[in-house]
């Protein structure tokens, strides 16, 4: 009783904390510190980032693909084609990505302090997580340098995305009725180099905007062997380790763009909120999966695919 206790303190302090930085940005914001005034003139409005960061942080983790709500969050807000170029509005969304990825160091920052100890030699089942995260990392990264234009160029507009969600959709309440969610599996630390190689290889599947990196990366995970605790663990570590290369990677050819389009305060407001955002969502998640079905998640693919196509068809985006 007093651990359940002790968990709930801590992830209400996580939250607590975060949406002080929330706090603490806006009023960094406030015209009085004087920051306003120097900000581009074609700086996001707050209010937009602050909804970017939520649809950034909530959908991240879960299997339901960040980057198809996001693009269909910049037609609803008619941002990248007014107000901002689409290249600045893309380099703005991969700045705010931080935010959810701290959200996870923080999280699961025991099993990221065990791989350092690993690296560093001290702890054996750290340096086997570290194996298998670089076996994991490394043809996502290949694939992904390679078709990276292909898939710029052909698939990111809403209906590829609508397709996906649909097929994502099917997929889950397809393997859902098979039980395979609810087998017991193996432990993250019996997960062998070579599986964590097919995982990666599935990952690269993602590219596709609306797939959802943590929905293929948790199914491939399941069906070489990993409980779904396992497998949602290693997805979210394994996010964190992609999509930190990935960050870095884009804003040191873009990180420019973003101060020179945004300024400081807007990235920092979108990046705040994407934390608190992540925070919850990671913690809803697997709190939810821990007792209840992964088929929620199906559903709300179908629906979200389904309301897109109306709205396409409709020429509403």
């Known amino acids: 009783m007093n651990s359940v206790r002790s968990k709930q303190k801590n992830i209400q302090s996580v939250i607590t904390s975060a949406f002080m930085a929330i706090g603490l940005s806006l009023l960094i914001a406030d015209p009085v510190f004087g920051l306003e005034n120097v900000l581009p003139k074609e700086a996001l409005s707050i209010w937009k980032a602050i909804i970017f960061g939520i649809v950034e942080g909530l959908t991240e983790f879960l299997p339901i693909s960040s980057t ?169 570590i394994l996010g964190f380790v992609t999509l930190t290369a990935a960050t870095v990677f884009e804003l040191g050819t873009d990180g420019q763009q973003v101060i020179d389009s945004f300024g400081y305060t807007t990235p920092l407001i979108g990046l705040c909120v994407a934390f608190a955002a992540a925070v919850i969502s990671v913690r809803f998640m697997v709190e939810w999966l821990e007792q209840r079905s992964f088929a929620i998640f199906g559903y709300y693919r179908l629906f979200i695919g389904c309301s897109a196509i109306v709205l396409i068809s409709i020429g509403y985006f």
């Open 68 to 236: 198809g709500h996001l693009l269909a969050t910049k037609e609803l807000l008619n941002v990248g084609e007014t107000e901002l170029s689409e290249e600045a509005i893309d380099s703005y969304i991969i700045s705010i990505q931080i935010g959810a990825i701290f959200a996870v160091a923080v999280l699961y920052r025991r099993r990221l302090l065990q791989m350092l100890q690993g690296l560093l030699g001290r702890n054996d089942e750290g340096k086997k997580m570290v194996r298998s995260l670089l076996a994991a990392v490394v043809p996502t990264a290949v694939i992904g340098l390679v078709a990276a234009d292909f898939v710029k160029d052909n698939l990111y507009s809403l209906w590829p995305v609508a397709i996906a969600w649909l097929l994502g959709g099917f997929c889950i309440l397809f393997i859902d009725r098979q039980n395979i969610f609810n087998r017991t599996g193996k432990r993250l630390e019996e997960l062998t180099p070579q599986e964590a190689f097919l995982i990666g290889l599935v990952q690269a599947i993602a590219l596709w905007p609306g797939v959802s990196r943590s929905l293929v990366t948790i199914l491939a995970a399941v069906l070489v062997g990993l409980s779904l605790k396992a497998a949602v663990e290693f997805s979210f």
